[in-house]
């Protein structure tokens, strides 16, 4: 028994296709690595080195840098292929391409330091750092800090980090964003969390580490998308970019989706009923069916918002508030409908499926884990969404 849920796009397009296939392809090395992912709380250099070879980490890369500038809804389909075999490594994929989309408009002088010897530079980012400092210097910035939840910091090459910027004498500091070589900074280890154990987001930790000026950017341009770039993807700001982080999340409940309908077609019975087979019960049909719809609904929704941004950034417009918080919204409802899918698939598969050997539960840990990042927060959406709805400007984040 196969699952084939209504909201899959067919067919994909190049390169996701391409992309897809090599996911595939390396879908075994990350279901056998994920045991040691889970237990050493990182990716293993098996995996990380699967992902790199694929071209797994140069989603989000220029073309003109011999990257694949995927679409944000061809980013979708390729994170979930990865999520059914290691949210982990979706994850990791998914933080990477962000941090790419973003690294972009920085300039051509910034592109060249990260892409020049090629495109295959996984990256990790962090907004918002601990007593992060900056001191001005010929040229640049000394930065200082830390930067707690870096997933995929054991892979990166480069990090994305938010930085305190100084501004004329008198007038304060403002929000930044800094890029900053790996190499050049320590790794504190302090991810020890309950699901998405495999995305090694630790602490990055900087000392008087030196920014050049062309590797920095006013926080406040980053978040209007303005972008030096002509390519469009390099526009869409990262409020609305949070859509995508939603790619391995889809890919989690799928596949439960997929482990769930081969548990029921096994023709295993239904504990403490007459029901010869769990596929008998109409409890159990019920079930399935209302967490296939939730599955759907969620690709739906996030399709919708993909393909909305894209479009925009490629026509030049600004899309409007109401249009903007929808798509936290849309994010936000889609994270929602997987936890209830999630929900409804672990009550078909029993008590059972929460046995330390079965996949299942590591899927459904990963899942209530990486859904309550706080750019997924359906509270937090359903507030943007309402006021605007209602003409309400006041801001409730800068991520919108």
């Avoid at 995508?244 to 096994?266: F, K, N």
Wanted: glycine fraction near 10%; charge should be neutral; hydrophobic fraction near 40%.
């Amino acid at each position: 028994m196969t699952a084939s849920t209504s909201g899959e796009r067919a067919p994909l397009t190049d390169p996701t296709r391409r992309l897809v296939a090599a996911t595939r392809e390396i879908a075994p090395v990350l279901r056998r690595t994920a045991d040691a992912a889970e237990r050493d709380s990182r990716l293993t250099p098996e995996a990380e080195r699967a992902l790199r070879e694929a071209g797994l980490f140069r989603l989000g890369v220029p073309k003109r840098r011999g990257g694949e500038e995927l679409a944000p809804a061809d980013s979708l389909d390729v994170s979930a292929e990865v999520a059914s075999a290691c949210p982990s490594s979706a994850w990791v994929v998914m933080v990477s391409y962000v941090a790419q989309q973003i690294a972009a408009s920085f300039g051509q002088r910034a592109c060249q330091d990260l892409w020049g010897d090629g495109p295959d530079v996984p990256m990790c980012g962090v907004f918002a750092g601990t007593s992060a400092a900056s001191a001005p210097v010929e040229g640049g910035l000394l930065v200082s800090g830390s930067w707690a939840w870096a997933s995929g910091s054991h892979q990166a090459d480069w990090a994305l980090l938010g930085v305190p910027l100084p501004g004329e004498p008198g007038a304060g500091t403002e929000r930044g964003l800094a890029l900053v070589r790996t190499s050049a900074l320590a790794i504190e280890k302090t991810w020890d969390m309950a699901g998405m154990r495999g995305t090694g987001s630790d602490t990055l930790v900087a000392d008087e580490v030196f920014v050049p000026y062309h590797r920095l950017r006013r926080f406040a341009d980053v978040l209007q998308g303005r972008g030096l770039p002509e390519e469009p993807l390099y526009r869409i700001p990262p409020g609305s970019m949070t859509v995508v982080s939603m790619g391995p999340l889809l890919g989690i409940a799928r596949e439960a989706l997929r482990l769930t309908l081969e548990t029921v077609g096994s023709g295993k019975p239904m504990a403490m009923s007459l029901h010869a087979r769990l596929a008998d019960s109409p409890s159990v049909q019920a079930a399935l069916a209302e967490a296939a719809t939730l599955i759907d609904s969620a690709h739906l929704h996030l399709g919708r918002s993909a393909e909305f941004i894209a479009t925009a950034a490629a026509a030049g417009s600004t899309p409007t508030l109401v249009e903007r918080a929808r798509v936290r919204m849309d994010a936000g409802h889609a994270a929602t409908c997987l936890r209830q899918a999630m929900q409804a698939l672990l009550t078909v598969s029993g008590a059972g499926s929460f046995s330390l050997t079965r996949i299942l539960q590591r899927h459904w840990r990963d899942l209530e884990t990486g859904s309550r990042h706080p750019t997924l927060n359906p509270g937090l959406a359903t507030e943007m969404y309402g006021r605007a709805l209602v003409g309400d400007e006041r801001p409730v984040s800068p991520m919108v």
